[in-house]
């Protein structure tokens, strides 16, 4: 089993930051790739970014050049910073990590709000 912890979120205007950050424990391997998805009311679960442990990173295309993910592999976690947020941002943002042949873990989810 891999728990996942997240931190971060909150409420912040358009054009704010917010950095979102989630500590993997318990079985984790050193070959995985964690990141962030996320989830507007209504919507389906989309990714937003992630990255590899080698550190190969991808992004959807909607935050590319504003959201920035980074990971530390000593402290198997992982952060999100996110600038120039919008109204559109606004969802719960769940932390996800994975690995070749194991179901995917997921965090509890953290809610994000932009406020125009």
């Known amino acids: 089993q891999v728990q996942l912890v997240e931190s971060g979120g909150g409420l912040v205007q358009a054009g704010g930051s917010l950095r979102l950050s989630c500590a993997a424990s318990?079985?984790?391997?050193?070959?995985?790739?964690m990141g962030w998805f996320r989830q507007a009311p209504g919507k389906e679960r989309e990714l937003v970014a992630t990255?590899?442990?080698?550190?190969?990173?991808n992004y959807a295309d909607s935050v590319k050049g504003r959201f920035t993910i980074s990971r530390d592999n000593a402290k198997n976690a992982v952060d999100l910073q996110m600038n120039s947020l919008n109204v559109e941002d606004t969802a719960v943002y769940y932390c996800?990590?994975?690995?070749?042949?194991?179901?995917?873990?997921w965090g509890q989810g953290t809610q994000v709000t932009v406020s125009a």
């Open positions: 996800n990590y994975r690995e070749f042949f194991r179901a995917p873990y």
């Open positions: 318990g079985s984790v391997r050193s070959i995985n790739t």
């Open positions: 990255i590899t442990s080698g550190g190969n990173t």
